[in-house]
């Protein structure tokens, strides 16, 4: 009975304590987060991936602000824009490549984009959750020491 009693509490505390948890896992309520985001104020940011940066290599965002991230491959290899506890931290709306020959993909979260080289475009949408710095890495070969890497800062 009392074992019983103690794992119930855990639980309770588990289930309060998970939508604030999103850097150890992901934000479990963005999908309520993105339907009551003004998708009128999206702000567009463009990230230029080359051979071997990003631009700009310092991303700052806005917490609760939703966005549209287009990383775009402007390099002559394929590149990755990685920011695995950053897209954690997000509530997701989408991923996309541009129309007319794109689509898109809803996911809980993601954990890594590539934009293919010569121009290739992914889109990321999301509304900014948790305030913190995150890393960015492209994870191909040794193109972070190459110079591939940068963080976003959300306030
Ligand atoms: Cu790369």
């Not at 954990?111 to 949408?125: N, P, R, S």
Request: aromatic content about 10%.
């Amino acid at each position: 009975m009392r074992k019983s009693v103690i794992a119930l509490a855990a639980g309770a505390a588990l289930l309060f304590a998970v939508p604030f948890a999103a850097s150890a896992d992901y934000v479990k309520n963005g999908a309520d987060i993105v339907k009551a985001a003004d998708w009128e104020k999206m702000e567009t940011v463009v990230i230029e991936l080359d051979d071997h940066d990003f631009h700009p290599q310092h991303l700052k965002l806005k917490a609760g602000q939703p966005y549209r991230l287009v990383i775009k491959n402007v390099g002559e290899q394929d590149h990755y824009y990685t920011a695995e506890e950053f897209f954690r931290s997000v509530a997701w709306r989408k991923v996309q490549t541009p129309r007319p020959q794109g689509g898109e993909v809803k996911a809980p979260y993601f954990t890594a984009l590539e934009a293919y080289k010569d121009g290739g475009v992914v889109e990321a949408f999301f509304v900014t959750v948790e305030k913190g710095t995150f890393e960015v890495v492209c994870t191909i070969d040794d193109h972070v020491d190459k110079g591939m890497h940068g963080t976003i800062t959300v306030e």
